[in-house]
């Protein structure tokens, strides 16, 4: 998915609050519209003016269920720098990209495609067998590449089977990295952690986690409760590393991510991630040349990039201190 912002920023978002219990800060989400006036709306909750990435997460959109109405229709865009990671929970999304991919993402299958040097790509709302619109619900996600791994060639993947851990009431699927013993076959440049967790009405689990690992909870159906606090949808629960299990309680639905923190400083800007300024003016540039980023197979045009600010743009750590 592209942020498509017409004036995107350096740092979005809102300050997040304390939920009384060290450790834990609540992020809410800002709405965001995905393109023109009848766009879909998605709420954002990273980047964030204080926490700007959980792990090498530095992305998170949550849309919908949208109930037949708004559509994604995201056209060719470009990125570097980073992968991207579809979610879906209700609906189908076609994705192609300028390497030749052309694939169907359906609830609880996997897309991941790792920009590196340089890719495109769309994103497209698919309709139902009657030609309705779907109800479309899920997540969109980034994480940054790290400096070993971000001028790479871009690749694909699409992955069907993922791994599920069950208990009474509980249903966790592991998209990215590993839980309880169960691994996703996602690649991975830093140390990472993706999981849907389902909790029937009144069932409860504790979770294990990588006592290294930083964690967010993001909220997609209901108001779980999550470490004592509970968690809005759409809201994403953030907690400081050093945990060894996260105590969760039914009914609802989040996304569980988890990384080590990510200690090189990013410079984000519209669907780039990169280091300094000069290299977005230059893939901005490639970009509305025609250069770097290839071709995507797609009925419609191109996404214009947005104008560049009138001052540098600068790299910011993953925490806003002071």
Not at 146 to 169: D, N, S, Y
Not at 291 to 307: I, S
Request: hydrophobic share 40%; proline share 8%.
């Amino acid at each position: 998915m592209s942020n498509l912002q017409a004036h995107p920023d350096e740092v979005v978002g809102v300050g997040g609050s304390s939920v009384g219990v060290e450790g834990l800060t609540l992020l809410a989400p800002r709405e965001v519209p995905l393109g023109g006036p009848r766009a879909m709306l998605v709420q954002r909750t990273l980047p964030h003016r204080d926490i700007r990435t959980i792990g090498a997460w530095c992305f998170v959109d949550h849309f919908g269920p949208t109930g037949g109405g708004a559509v994604m229709a995201v056209p060719p865009h470009p990125h570097i720098g980073l992968q991207t990671v579809t979610w879906l929970l209700g609906g189908d999304v076609e994705h192609r990209d300028s390497i030749g991919s052309r694939q169907l993402v359906h609830p609880g299958q996997l897309n991941v495609m790792t920009a590196g040097q340089g890719i495109a790509h769309s994103e497209d709302t698919v309709p139902t067998p009657s030609g309705h619109r779907p109800d479309l619900h899920g997540v969109q996600l980034w994480t940054a590449l790290p400096e070993g791994a971000r001028h790479q060639e871009a690749h694909f993947e699409h992955h069907a089977g993922l791994p599920v851990v069950t208990a009474t009431g509980v249903r966790a699927t592991v998209f990215v990295g590993g839980l309880d013993g169960a691994r996703s076959p996602a690649a991975t440049y830093s140390p990472l952690l993706g999981v849907e967790v389902v909790l029937a009405d009144g069932a409860g689990a504790a979770l294990p986690l990588e006592t290294d690992f930083e964690h967010g909870v993001l909220a997609v159906e209901g108001a779980p409760v999550v470490a004592g606090v509970r968690v809005p949808t759409s809201a994403l629960l953030h907690l400081d590393a050093g945990r060894r299990e996260l105590a969760v309680e039914g009914p609802g639905r989040f996304l569980l991510l988890g990384g080590t923190p990510f200690t090189e400083d990013l410079l984000m800007w519209w669907n780039f991630v990169a280091r300094e300024h000069d290299e977005i003016v230059a893939a901005r540039d490639d970009w509305e040349a025609g250069r770097r980023f290839g071709v995507v197979d797609h009925p419609g045009g191109r996404l214009a990039a947005p104008a560049l600010p009138t001052t540098r743009l600068r790299a910011r750590p993953g925490r806003r201190h002071g």
